[in-house]
């Protein structure tokens, strides 16, 4: 793989949106002799998740990437949780149904998303 394809397949950091991170040693011994490689983020220099291949550091910096969303939004399940719905029937019974209200306490309502 040359080195744009690598820089390529490596998403944007997920802490400051930027390209141009890349694999490198980490300084976690692998088992296996040598060390451990990380994603790192040359601009706000964050280090991803270690992996004991290139491969698998650079899967786990993207997942970890496709989890965090950007400043001023969150994860959201596309089909609402039985609790997010319950939030939002609270509304509805009580005859008040202004719909950022409503949108906002399903949304502090969404399940944990955990991953990366
Ligand atoms: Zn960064």
């Keep these: 793989m040359s080195d744009i394809e690598k820089i390529a397949e490596i998403a944007l950091c997920p802490f400051c949106r930027d390209w141009g991170a890349e694999v ?3 300084a976690v011994p692998s ?4 060390q451990k490689q990380a994603v ?3 601009t706000c ?3 991803g998740p270690t992996s004991e291949t290139e491969k698998g550091a650079v899967e786990a910096w993207n997942r970890r990437a496709a989890l965090t969303p950007p400043e001023g939004y969150v994860l959201v399940p596309v089909e609402p949780t039985e609790k997010m719905a319950a939030v939002a029937q609270q509304f509805v019974y009580s005859g008040f149904d202004w719909p950022k209200a409503v949108y906002r306490a399903m949304v502090a309502a969404r399940p944990e998303v955990s991953g990366g």
Excluded: L, V
Aim: proline letters at 0%; hydrophobic letters at 25%; charged letters at 15%.
């Design 31 to 34: 088992i296996h002799g040598g």
């Design 45 to 47: 220099f964050c280090e």
């Design 24 to 26: 490198a040693e980490s």
């Design 40 to 42: 790192y983020c040359n």
